[in-house]
């Protein structure tokens, strides 16, 4: 058949660019290392940026208590229908107190919450603005929803003001929607100006903090605590995936937007809630992260003179953050590079179109507090030669 003649050629072309994807063989991980396609490697591929998921004394003692029966496996159905477990109140309650906000809502995951927020609150009357770097599921949830979008140049507040400027008394409402933390570049989001334009333009502000809570603010509230902005963005997003070590994802926000989502945002009426005994697990890893300010300092620090030194050696090291990506444009580069870091003991993943940009292949280095400079100190040297 054609479609199958399609399709195979598709993939070999894939191959032939060095874009071709394989799932990797992952019998364990425990701490610092995990095994993949048969090799024990150090593990800087991870978003577990606390290294919570491996913390043996959290992970035994919420064994024993999910032993004696507390939480199930599933929750049969949606939150709606019969899904929704006392601890989904528990753990909204706690959050709404952490970020100091009237509101705070779970999903399943941060995919489920960014396909669903956008098509729920805007429709064709309104414009949405986003950074031209936002991730896949921003880009989805833009295209899910009827109202028509722009996206700005990457951190370019000039241009999102044009852009503000032009659409001004045009539409309804409009929406400009941002990562904190870039996922890709590991670079921040200037919020101090993101909500300037915000309340200069009468705009709604939704904040993506997927990779920076756990990470950055007193609290790991994420860039909005460390910037000081949290009561003046409209929605915060986050995830339980990265950081905090567990599965699903929040926003916070106010009471009225709440009660409005829930009545129409798609992704969260139509799909099963989450098991009771991973809401337990976030709970407990969210009131953890709260108290591990030092880990976030030396995790900042590390990632600091990993850069300083991959920078030194001629690298094209963007970012400012625990993410720290070296740019080699080739496909082919960023895939021999993991390959010769790999021999070395080290699991860097190559990330490549259409993750990134064309031409914007690079290895992604992603630390945790768990790391010293020891375990990473030979990188320079294997990347920069």
Aim: proline share 4%.
């Amino acid at each position: 058949m054609q479609f199958y003649e399609r399709i195979s050629d598709e993939l070999n072309e894939l191959k032939r660019l060095d874009r071709y994807r394989v799932l990797p063989d992952i019998p364990a991980r425990n701490g610092k290392k995990i095994e993949i396609n048969g090799k024990l490697l150090l593990n800087l591929s991870s978003n577990d940026y606390l290294g919570l998921g491996d913390d043996r004394a959290m992970l035994e003692g919420y064994g024993t208590q999910f032993r004696k029966g507390s939480y199930a496996m599933t929750s049969s159905s949606s939150r709606l229908l019969t899904g929704n477990h006392p601890l989904y109140d528990q753990l909204e309650k706690a959050l709404a107190l952490l970020y100091g906000r009237e509101s705070a809502m779970v999903f399943n995951s941060g995919y489920h919450a960014n396909i669903g927020i956008l098509p729920a609150l805007c429709n064709r009357h309104d414009l949405v603005l986003s950074d031209r770097l936002n991730h896949a599921s921003i880009i989805d949830g833009m295209k899910i929803a009827e109202a028509p979008y722009q996206r700005y140049r990457h951190r370019d507040y000039d241009h999102l003001e044009e852009l503000l400027a032009a659409a001004a008394g045009r539409y309804r409402q409009i929406f400009i929607v941002t990562e904190s933390v870039f996922s890709m570049d590991g670079d921040l989001a200037d919020l101090f100006r993101l909500v300037a334009l915000k309340e200069q333009y009468g705009a709604f502000l939704i904040v993506d903090e997927a990779h920076g809570v756990g990470v950055f603010g007193e609290r790991g509230l994420g860039l909005c605590e460390t910037a000081g902005m949290v009561q003046r963005i409209d929605i915060i997003t986050g995830t339980f995936g990265k950081a905090l070590a567990s599965t699903g994802a929040f926003a916070v926000m106010g009471a009225l937007v709440k009660e409005y989502l829930l009545n129409t945002m798609r992704s969260f009426i139509f799909t099963t809630a989450l098991p009771p005994v991973i809401l337990g697990w976030s709970l407990l890893t969210l009131q953890r992260q709260t108290s591990m300010s030092t880990e976030r300092a030396e995790l900042l620090k590390l990632a600091a003179r990993l850069r300083r030194e991959l920078i030194l050696r001629g690298c094209d090291v963007p970012g400012e953050s625990h993410i720290v990506p070296v740019v080699t444009g080739s496909n082919a580069l960023a895939v021999a590079l993991a390959a010769r870091l790999s021999n070395a003991g080290l699991l860097c993943m190559p990330v490549r179109p259409p993750t990134v940009p064309e031409h914007g292949a690079r290895i992604r280095i992603s630390l945790r507090s768990i790391l010293e400079w020891e375990d990473i100190e030979r990188i320079p040297e294997i990347i920069g030669g």
